[in-house]
């Protein structure tokens, strides 16, 4: 069996050194709010080419922060507006809801997945604050008219880049193009921990800093709360392990780029809608490979009894989820053919050549 994803094997891959880490900090006696962390942030800072990175327990309460200090600096207010794509993990939505913000949502472009920055100014009224935008599947979404059209009606403009960590638009990396980014460093994404992980980067110092406190119980001096906050802090070892697993975020990218395009060039199946490579390559660091089929059930139990699992990102959109009742009436129609036909396949930087080779055979067969 061709496993979705080998978590197993991706993190032996540095086993020495993550090791030496994980007993280091043991050892130490200190846990949370240390040095590993402080490390890693500047390394990912450093990294992204951002002047501010902070340290989350996870991805969705990167989002959650940004937002959140943002209310409390009064830069947007309850009942706000922010435009947000239908096709996205149901964390971006949460992000926003949670702070008692509206989703407003846009389609997607049906070639890439991605916002469709053309159809985002028909969504605009006086009370939209911001765009959160999605670098789904791993590959940026930004243009100049995106832009453009956030200077025109001034809004922030969110990266959620909880799966496109390394990829870069003309020279800029992801999570340094809008004013603030939310990572997730869940195990199964590029850069995963041994456990849960997030991060947010920014721009503005004075946002920076209202996260870092809002984070640790709204708190900058111990038992003094400024604000009500949360406890979403990372933890020493996961700084520790991220911090040496960041420094191979590149060489693991280009892994899979090279799978990606092995994918594309040997899957011949007619039936197959392949995914469109964008213009330059760096624009995409390959989170997942999703192909799209009207058959997808059927290719996906097919792959199953032929030895390859392979996952659905996401089988249900957030608007039709029990859990937002209130917008199930809500009909994207690209968006729900998205739903419909979408399958991804195993990609990850420790998968071989054989792996790859029996998938292609796989799928080209039906
Ligand atoms: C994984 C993910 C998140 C949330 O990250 P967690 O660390 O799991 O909380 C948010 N948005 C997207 C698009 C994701 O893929």
Partial sequence: ?????????????????????????????????????????????????????????????????????????????????????????????????????????????????????????????????????????????????????????NLKIIEDNAQSIGAEWNGIRSGNLGDAAGFSFYPGKNLGALGDGGAVTCKDALLAKTIRTLANYGSEEKYINKYQGLNSRLDEIQGAVLAVKLKYIDADNDKRRQIAEKYSSEITNPKIILPKFPEQSENHVWHLFVIRTEKRDELQKYLLENGVQTLIHYPIPPHKQKAYKYYNHLNFPITEEIHREVLSLPISPVMDEYDITAIVKAINSL
């Avoid at 435009?83 to 939505?93: E, H, K, L, W």
């Fill in 1 to 153: 069996m061709i496993k979705f994803l080998d978590l197993q094997k991706i993190n032996i891959a540095h086993q020495q050194e993550i090791e030496e880490k994980l007993l280091e900090v043991f050892r130490s006696g200190w846990y949370l709010l240390g040095s590993e962390v402080k490390n890693f942030e500047s390394n990912l800072a450093n990294y992204i080419g951002s002047p501010n990175a902070i340290g989350v327990a996870n991805g969705l309460d990167a989002l959650r922060l940004i937002f959140k200090a943002y209310l409390e600096l009064g830069q947007l207010k309850v009942g706000d507006e922010v435009i947000v794509p239908a096709n996205t993990y149901i964390a971006s939505i949460l992000a926003i809801t949670d702070n008692r913000l509206k989703p407003v949502f846009a389609e997607p472009e049906i070639g890439n997945y991605n916002l469709d920055i053309s159809k985002l100014e028909a969504l605009i009224t006086s009370k939209t604050k911001a765009i959160m935008v999605v670098h789904l599947y791993g590959q940026i979404c930004w243009s100049k008219d995106l832009e453009a059209l956030a200077k025109k009606y």
